[in-house]
């Protein structure tokens, strides 16, 4: 089994900054994409950002040039440094991990982080 543990959840103004971090724990699995989605009230999930296990990014229009995400892989762990924040970003966070463990791929779920930016 594999947990991933967020953190980083807080209260921002706009404008602010705030960074993120995952932490995948368990044995017997290698780490392949990591990633952030978020879910604002009343709203689908979306992603936010992707990044392979080589490094390869993906982002969200909304959050391109603000938002960057990048990954420790001695850890294990992915990280969302997010900049000029909006309302809009507004969410729980979820960290998303794809792993392979015997020839096999298995996609977590983070149990979410909240970020409120407000004045």
């Known amino acids: 089994q594999v947990q991933l543990v967020e953190s980083g959840e807080d209260l921002v103004q706009p404008g602010g900054s705030l960074r993120l971090s995952c932490a995948a724990s368990g044995s017997g699995f290698s780490v392949r994409t990591m990633g952030w989605y978020r879910q604002a009230p009343g709203k689908q999930r979306e992603l936010v950002a992707t990044i392979t296990s080589d490094f390869n990014t993906n982002y969200a229009d909304s959050v391109k040039g603000r938002f960057t995400i990048s990954r420790d892989n001695a850890k294990d762990t992915v990280y969302l440094q997010m900049n000029s924040l909006k309302p809009d970003d507004t969410g729980v966070y979820y960290c998303?991990?794809?792993?392979?463990?015997?020839?096999?791929?298995?996609?977590?779920w983070g149990q979410g982080t909240q970020v409120t930016v407000s004045s």
């Open positions: 998303y991990a794809v792993v392979a463990r015997l020839s096999r791929t298995y996609a977590y």
